[in-house]
């Protein structure tokens, strides 16, 4: 067992990872600013842990005394938020995560497992890159993940162990949905509109990973011997998970009864990647992905069926991070730096 202080733990992921660390028998302690408290989707675990209600610029080394891992989630999260104010970006999602690990190292903490993207192979879907292969970052977000791994990886020492996940895009049903990731959107458009209709051709490359997959890859790196994971970066997800877009539309119009589904011509998106999954699938003792596409369609169709979700729902700010960002920022709740106001 280890005692875990889990960062973001009220988002997407962290609203699952802390119950399934908590259910491999760990103590977790979670920290969230709580931005994004208001989507609350269903009531889908079991219980949660104790949590800090904090920004992650304002943790100390003292709140982390004690603890044996960090995990670290809590950035602004998603490419279109980072473009919103792509200094404040940087300021939380750069400078904020080296600032946790230095005071992470400071308290003692023995091990620190970073929340990285595969949104840093940007545009290479011209063979699937492997961990040491080309990084091409197009937006701020994805930058910053690159730099806080370039930070990062030269503080590993004797006494801390920083390890690094490259997540693929993560889909999958969370009680704190989100609506803003591609295989979740398509799906709630296919529930509540009968239709996907899109405005691009789908043939870009997306990785997919289920967020219970990465939670999984998260318990994984806490409980294996520390040689293993000491100063490593994983690519989390699996090699038959690398979809063209086009095909992802049509697995969801498959999965929800009555959906029809029309493509158009090539978008203006630039990202395009596939990704390698070996290292983790031969490296990370105990990893083994349990989702697909298909299976994650089903069960966010059977969560829309219990629930009965309305398209206002599914449209509202609560569950995606740009229109929740515009409105604390609109509403004056967060000033400009992304900072509750008293």
């Known amino acids: 067992m280890a005692r875990v202080f889990v960062t973001g733990i009220d988002g997407y992921i962290g609203t699952v990872l802390g119950p399934v660390l908590m259910s491999r028998g760990h103590e977790v302690t979670g920290c ?38 960090v995990v670290h989630l809590a950035e602004l999260s998603n490419d279109p938020v980072g473009q919103l104010a792509p200094h404040i970006t940087y300021e939380i999602n750069h ?32 063979r699937a890159q492997d961990e040491e292969g080309t990084t091409q970052p197009l937006t701020a977000y994805a930058e910053c993940k690159l730099l806080v791994e370039r930070d990062l990886r030269p503080m590993a020492g004797d006494d801390f162990s920083p390890t690094i996940l490259r997540n693929a895009t993560a889909y999958g049903a969370s009680p704190r949905q989100r609506f803003d990731l591609v295989v979740n959107n398509l799906a709630g458009r296919a529930w509540c509109y009968r239709e996907i209709r899109m405005d691009s051709d789908g043939t870009p490359w997306r990785p997919l990973v289920h967020i219970l997959d990465i939670a999984q890859a998260a318990a994984c790196v806490l409980e ?25 539309a049509t697995i969801v119009g498959e999965t929800f009864p009555g959906c029809e589904v029309t493509f158009g011509s090539r978008g203006g998106d630039q ?4 990704v390698n999954f070996d290292k983790i699938a031969t490296k990370l003792p105990g990893f ?19 629930i009965r979700m309305p398209a206002e729902l599914f449209e509202s700010r609560a569950h995606t991070r740009l229109k929740q960002i515009q409105y604390l920022l609109e509403t004056q709740q967060i000033d400009q730096d992304f900072y509750w106001k008293e």
């Open 95 to 126: 400078q904020g995560s080296i600032r946790l690990a230095r005071l992470a190292r400071e308290a003692g903490v023995p091990r620190f497992v970073y929340f990285s993207s595969c949104s840093v192979y940007g545009a290479s879907a011209d």
């Open 271 to 274: 990202r395009d990647y596939k």
């Open 224 to 248: 294996a011997p520390r040689e293993t994971v000491h100063s490593e970066v994983f690519n989390v997800g699996a090699n038959s998970e690398n979809y063209q877009v086009r095909d992802v």
């Open 288 to 306: 083994s992905p349990r989702w697909n596409v298909r299976k994650g369609a089903e069960q966010l169709l059977g969560v829309f069926e219990r």
């Open 32 to 69: 969230d600013t709580g931005y994004h408290r208001i989507g609350w989707l269903y009531n889908g675990v079991s219980g949660m842990p104790r949590v800090i209600n904090r920004d992650i610029r304002h943790i100390t080394a003292e709140d982390l005394a004690g603890y044996d891992a």
